[in-house]
């Protein structure tokens, strides 16, 4: 990893505004547990290319630690959703890696991306044009990945304009189209049938573009086997040790742990109302803990609702609230957890999907929504 790298990564989290003992919760990030799920993902793709996905600030986890980490595992390609994200993962990784702008770029924004020395990710006729004007102002060739869509209806361009295009044989003039690239919809879901229907699509489309090397499989899109590995995998969510073959055992490592601080402990009586609408009365004499952790910590309301403390499970009691939560801890000693203690909302007691099935949602919305106030603390770099 060459300097640039290192230096940007240890600024950032030197610039990190809140130290451990100010903070009200500890979100520890284990890159060595990102280096080791990257390599897995390697020996499955058995020597096909493997890019980093690090929109949304790596999943939440922080976009420049993570993709110097994976830099360190040879990882030389990135996928970022927005622009603004792609400059400021160049500011912190350096010149070396290639970035792509998974979302396109916006239209009069060409030149940013130029001077940021980004690859595009062209989604339609408009955003190629647009493309090639910026390659022929610039007077050098401008590397783009074009993005085919195969039926998730969401990013790249349609069969109809995809053949225009291949009409036009100064279409690609001045663009060094590196890949072509389609996205799967229901790659989590083995015997869906649209991803067999969305691979023969891609590569039907495929033929109609210039020659390049092409990019389907996102972290499920791995495991659903090598015909759907072509030249370069995109896994985001794996490296996150979120498990990509739901309804098996996770084949990725854990990457977070967060804990969050006793702010006070108290004792009350049956009949005492908990929390905001008090929505909750205690059935009995209970031992309540407070922690300083809610929802404006990107805890959703209706997320997993209980902590753990040396493998005690400890429910939530009344609503959460923007600031903190009230556990029930009478399962533990009396007087056994202290202000200041830290108890255990992700890690090995709750993993990100066990968080993400008791609230309803996935994984990636849990990472995603963990909030700006954490001391954050990566190990194993
Ligand atoms: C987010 C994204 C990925 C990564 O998907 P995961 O399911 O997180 O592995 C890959 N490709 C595209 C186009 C994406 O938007």
Redesign the pocket.
Known sequence: MNDTVNRAAADTVADWPVGEAAAGAILTIDLGAIRENYRRLKARLAGVRCAG?V?GNG?GLGAAQVASALTREGCGIF?V?LLAEGIALRKAIGSRPDIYV?NGLPPGSEPEAVTADLCAVVNSGAQLHAWRAAAHAAGRRLPAAIQVDSGMSR?GMAPAEIETVAGDASAFDGIDVRYV?S?LAC?DEPRHPANEQQRLAFERLRTMLPRARASLA???GIFLGPSYHHDLA?????LYGIN?TPGEPNPMLPVVRLQAKVAQTRHVEKGTGIGYGHTYHADGPLSLATISFGYADGWLRRSASAAWFEGVRLPFLGRVSMDSIILDVSALPPGRLREGDLVELLGPSQSVDDAAGHAGTIG?EILASLGPRFHRHYVGG
Do not use: I, Q
């Open positions: 996905v929109k999943y996928f959703a998974l990013l690239m996205h790659a996102n972290s499920s995109r896994p985001g969510a794996a990509p990636y």
